[in-house]
Nanobody, 129 residues
């Protein structure tokens, strides 16, 4: 069974940093474009950023530019989200997702007829003020 498992979430003070990891089991992530998403309480899931299979093409949502960095280590079958200067409004459940097509990751949260091939179960990040 293929799984994506996020880790690294927790409680952090405003201004702090966290690195989330997404590890795949049962399948190699080098076959997938990967993305990070988050869902704040009472809000819809939104894209933070996504990267191509090789990591050579990465796109970020405006909300993530400058503070968040996406990277991947295909040899370790792991995908990362580095978050700096965290703010209370970054409090959310963070999800990783995977799909063979990068564009699907970019549009999935705004499209009613698209879904990703794989989703993780999410990890909670809480930023205290």
């Amino acid at each position: 069974q293929v799984q994506l498992v996020e880790s690294g979430g927790g409680l952090v003070q405003a201004g702090g940093s966290l690195t989330l990891s997404c590890t795949a089991s049962g399948r190699t992530i080098s076959n997938y474009a990967m993305g990070w998403f988050r869902q704040a309480p009472g809000k819809e899931r939104v894209l933070l950023g996504a990267t191509s299979k090789s990591g050579g093409n990465t796109v970020y949502a405006d909300s993530a530019k400058g503070r968040f960095t996406i990277s991947r280590d295909n040899a370790k079958n792991t995908f990362y989200l580095q978050m700096n200067n965290l703010k209370p409004e970054d409090t959310a459940v963070y999800y990783c997702g995977a799909d063979p097509i990068l564009q699907t990751l970019v549009v999935v949260t705004t499209s009613k007829d698209r879904d990703l091939e794989l989703w993780g179960q999410g990890t909670l990040v809480t930023v205290s003020s």
